[in-house]
């Protein structure tokens, strides 16, 4: 079904195709073929993806970005978190999409 969708969207030129679960996986492993353009992951909702994790799925092709939404929710500046191995929050899912500032922009830049 998968492989059908992006045979008849292929014509449209998308800038890039997300797809969430395994990377590694046969069917999203097909999906990044077949797609030909740049691709970002994100492994789902079990385990949120951490550093490691997304340089890994960069550094053996199953990827070209990995998305890492729960982390930046707690994380605003998790990019610079990552670039120097900082600690980061947890996340806490009772403020995800609650309509509130809490969780979204009541983060001040935590020492380390």
């Not at 014509?11 to 030909?36: C, K, N, S, V």
């Not at 997304?54 to 990019?79: E, H, K, M, T, Y």
């Amino acid at each position: 079904m998968y492989g059908a969708l992006l045979d008849g969207i292929a014509p449209l030129g998308l800038a890039y195709l997300h797809t969430i679960g395994d990377p590694a996986g046969p069917m999203l492993a097909e999906l990044r073929t077949r797609f030909g353009g740049p691709v970002i992951v994100n492994d789902g909702w079990h385990a949120m993806t951490d550093e490691r994790t997304a340089r890994r799925r960069v550094a053996s092709g199953l990827a070209d970005l990995v998305s890492a939404g729960r982390a930046f929710i707690a994380d605003p500046d998790l990019v610079r978190r990552w670039r120097e191995h900082a600690p980061i929050a947890e996340p806490d899912p009772a403020t995800f999409y609650g309509g509130g500032a809490r969780g979204y922009i009541d983060h001040s830049a935590r020492p380390e």
